[in-house]
C-alpha cells in the first residue's frame, strides 16, 4: 500500500474514533477548562491579592460592622471615584456574610468576587451554548475562561468585579421566559429582575445598563407571563434596592441628588470640548482596543487623538500612538468586522421572519452598552468593560459560527481549531507572564518594568497584600523592640490605608492613624515609617533635611525608611493635621 493511502487510512481511522467518542472527548475538555479556570483564579489568592485604596476601604467598613455589630453596615454602599455619589450595598452584604462566617481578613472578603467568577465560567459556557454549537460554545469559554481580563479582575475584591457573573445570570434568566415549552417561565422572571437589582448596585454604568437591557427584551419579546409575575418581579427588585430607599427617604434623597451630578460631570454635559462624533470615535477606539484585550490577552494597543479648535478637527498621533498604530488598526479592524457579522446575522434573521432570543438580546446588550460608552468616552477605565465582556466574546463566536457556514469543509473547521487555540494560547501565555510578574514583586524592585503595556490593570498595582503583610508584620517587630507607644506610617495613597488595615485590624498594632504622602508634613516630630516605592535612588529634599534615616528595608517593590526627626527640626507641639484615620 502506498504511504499516502497509509495515511489517509490512518486519518479516517482517527475521525472514526473521535467521532464514536466525541462526547468522551469534549466532556474531558470542558471539565479541563473549568478546571484551568478555577486554577488561574486561585493560584496564590492570598498571596498575590491586589488589596489597595478601595478594597482597603471596604475592608475597613466591612471589619467594623463584623466586629462592632451588624448596625454599623451602611446602607448605601462604595462610593462611585471622584463623586460624592453611592451605589446600593450589595456588595459589602455579600462580604459581611463572608466575613461573618470565616473571619474578616483581605483575602475573605475577596471570596465572593472569586466565587462569582468560578461560576461564571459554566454559566457562560450554558449561555452561549443557546445558540451556537457544543463545540463553538467551548471554544468561546476557553478564551472567556484564559482572557487576561476575566482572569485578573476575578482574582481580588472590588464592587465592579462581579459584574460579568450577575450580567450573564440577568442575560441567561431572560432567554429562559420566552422559551415557549417552560411553564415555569415566570421563575426566571424573577431570577432576571433579581439580577438586575444586583448588578444595577455594582457601577455606575450597570445602573444605566442592566434596566434598561431588562425592559427593553421583555417589551419587544413580550413573554407569555402574566401581568401578576412582573409585579412579584417588581417587588424582589425593590426589596434588594430596599436599604438604598429606606437610605434615600431618610436623608432627603441626598444620593439621588449627587447621582444627579454625577451624571452630568461623567456624560460631560454642557462641555463643548469634544463633539459628538469625538466621543464615538473615542467610545469605538476604547472599544477595540478592549475587545482585542479580552479576546486575545493583546494590550498593546493606543488611541488616535483629536483636537477640536476653532470648527476644525485634527487627528493627532502621538509617540505611544504611533509605537502601536499597526495593532491598533488590527484592533479597529476586527472589531468592525465582528460588528458587521452581528448586524448581518440580525439583518439575515429579520427577514427570515426569526425572532432568536439569543442574537436579538446580544444586540440589544452591546448596542446600549455603547451608546452608554459615548458620553463618558473620554473618562472611561478598564472596569468599564467588565459589563460588555461577554458580548464581546458572544460576537467573536458570531464570526465564526458564519465563517463555517460558508465553509463548512474539514478544512475550515480544522483552521478554526486553530484560531481558538492559538488565541488560547496568547491568553494562557499572557496569564502566566502576569503570575511571573506577582511572584517576583516582593524581592525584585522593577519586576513590572518586564511585564508588556498594562491597559486593564488599575492604578496602585504592582504591589500585593504578601508585602503588605510584611511590611505590617516588619513595623509591628521594630516598634515593640524599640517601646514605641504608636506606630506612625507615611505611603503612597495607594496602599498607606492598606497597611493600616493590616496594623490596625489584623496584627492589632498600636496605630490611630496614617498619613498619606500628598499630605505628610516633613517636620512631623514622631518617629515616622515612611514607605515608598523601592528604587536604587536615596531619599531626598525635606525628609531628609528633618529626618535622620535609621535604617532601610526593601520590600520588592517597596522600601520601608524609619524616619526620626532631627533636634533642629523639632517641634513644641506634634500636629496630627492630615493624619487619616479610614
Known amino acids: ?139 468561546l469559554l476557553s478564551i472567556f475562561t484564559t482572557s ?162 476653532k470648527g476644525g478637527l485634527k487627528f493627532v498621533c502621538d509617540d505611544t500612538c504611533d509605537k502601536y498604530f499597526l495593532q491598533m488598526v488590527l484592533a479597529w479592524l476586527v472589531f468592525a468586522i465582528i460588528l458587521t457579522a452581528l448586524l448581518y446575522k440580525v439583518i439575515i434573521e429579520f427577514r427570515k421572519g426569526d425572532k432568536n432570543s439569543f442574537l436579538f438580546l446580544n444586540f440589544i446588550w452591546l448596542g446600549i452598552f455603547f451608546i452608554l460608552l459615548i458620553p463618558i468616552s473620554y473618562k472611561l477605565s478598564p472596569r468599564f468593560y467588565l459589563a460588555g465582556v461577554v458580548p464581546f466574546v458572544v460576537l467573536f463566536g458570531i464570526l465564526v459560527q458564519l465563517f463555517l457556514a460558508k465553509f463548512s469543509s474539514g478544512k475550515a473547521k480544522a483552521l478554526i481549531f486553530l484560531v481558538f487555540f492559538v488565541l488560547f494560547l496568547f491568553n494562557l501565555n499572557a496569564t502566566i507572564k502576569f503570575f511571573q510578574v506577582e511572584g517576583r514583586l516582593k524581592f525584585d524592585e522593577k519586576a513590572m518594568n518586564s511585564y508588556q503595556r498594562e491597559i486593564i490593570i488599575p492604578g496602585g498595582s504592582g504591589v500585593t497584600l504578601e508585602q503588605l503583610d510584611e511590611i505590617a508584620k516588619e513595623l509591628k517587630f521594630d516598634a515593640e523592640k524599640n517601646n514605641e507607644e504608636k506606630i506612625y506610617i507615611v505611603a503612597d495613597n495607594y496602599y498607606a490605608r492598606s497597611i493600616f488595615y493590616i496594623l490596625k485590624y489584623q496584627l492589632d498594632a498600636p496605630v490611630d492613624c496614617y498619613f498619606k504622602m500628598s499630605s505628610y508634613e516633613t517636620d512631623f516630630n514622631k518617629v515616622i515609617y515612611y514607605i515608598r516605592r523601592g528604587n536604587s535612588k536615596p531619599l531626598k529634599g525635606r525628609v531628609v533635611e528633618n529626618n535622620d534615616v535609621e535604617f532601610e528595608i526593601r520590600k520588592g517593590t517597596l522600601t520601608i525608611y524609619k524616619l526620626k526627626p532631627k533636634e533642629s527640626s523639632l517641634k513644641k507641639e506634634t500636629s496630627f493635621k492630615g493624619c487619616n484615620i479610614f
Not at 451602611?74 to 471615584?81: D, E, I
Request: charge should be positive; charged fraction near 15%.
Open 148 to 309: 487576561i481580563f476575566t482572569v485578573f479582575y476575578g482574582r481580588f475584591a472590588w464592587n465592579p468585579n462581579s459584574i460579568p457573573f450577575f450580567m450573564l445570570l440577568l442575560a441567561f434568566g431572560l432567554l429562559k421566559t420566552v422559551e415557549e415549552k417552560n411553564k415555569y417561565n415566570f421563575l426566571w422572571l424573577y431570577l432576571a429582575f433579581f439580577a438586575t437589582a444586583v448588578v444595577g448596585q455594582l457601577h455606575f454604568v450597570t445602573f444605566f445598563l442592566a434596566p434598561i437591557i431588562l425592559g427593553l427584551f421583555l417589551i419587544l419579546s413580550r413573554p407569555k407571563i402574566k401581568a401578576k409575575h412582573y409585579l412579584v418581579g417588581l417587588l424582589i427588585f425593590c426589596f434588594v434596592y430596599s436599604s438604598v430607599i429606606y437610605s434615600e427617604t431618610k436623608n432627603n434623597w441626598q444620593n439621588s441628588k449627587a447621582f444627579v451630578g454625577t451624571f452630568a460631570q461623567r456624560t460631560e454635559l454642557g462641555d463643548s470640548g469634544h463633539s459628538l462624533f469625538e466621543k464615538t470615535f473615542r467610545a469605538f477606539q476604547e472599544s477595540s482596543n478592549f475587545n482585542l484585550a479580552i479576546i486575545a490577552s493583546n494590550q498593546n494597543t493606543d488611541t488616535v487623538s483629536t483636537k477640536n479648535k
Open 1 to 139: 500500500m502506498h504511504y499516502k493511502d497509509r495515511i489517509k487510512n490512518k486519518i479516517k481511522r482517527g475521525k472514526d474514533f473521535f467521532q464514536k467518542n466525541e462526547q468522551v472527548f469534549f466532556s474531558a475538555l470542558f471539565i479541563l477548562i473549568l478546571i484551568l479556570g478555577i486554577f488561574l483564579r486561585t493560584f496564590h489568592h492570598n498571596d498575590w491579592l491586589h488589596f489597595q485604596l478601595d478594597q482597603s476601604r471596604d475592608a475597613t467598613i466591612i471589619s467594623n460592622a463584623v466586629r462592632g455589630g451588624i448596625d454599623k453596615l451602611p446602607l448605601l454602599g462604595p462610593q462611585a471615584s471622584g463623586s460624592d455619589l453611592k451605589l446600593g450595598p450589595i456588595f459589602y452584604y455579600f462580604q459581611y456574610v463572608t466575613a461573618k462566617v470565616f473571619g474578616d481578613r483581605p483575602n475573605v472578603m475577596a471570596w465572593p468576587d472569586l466565587f462569582f467568577a468560578i461560576l461564571s465560567l459554566p454559566l457562560f459556557y450554558f449561555f452561549v451554548k443557546n445558540y451556537f454549537s457544543k463545540w463553538i460554545s467551548l471554544g
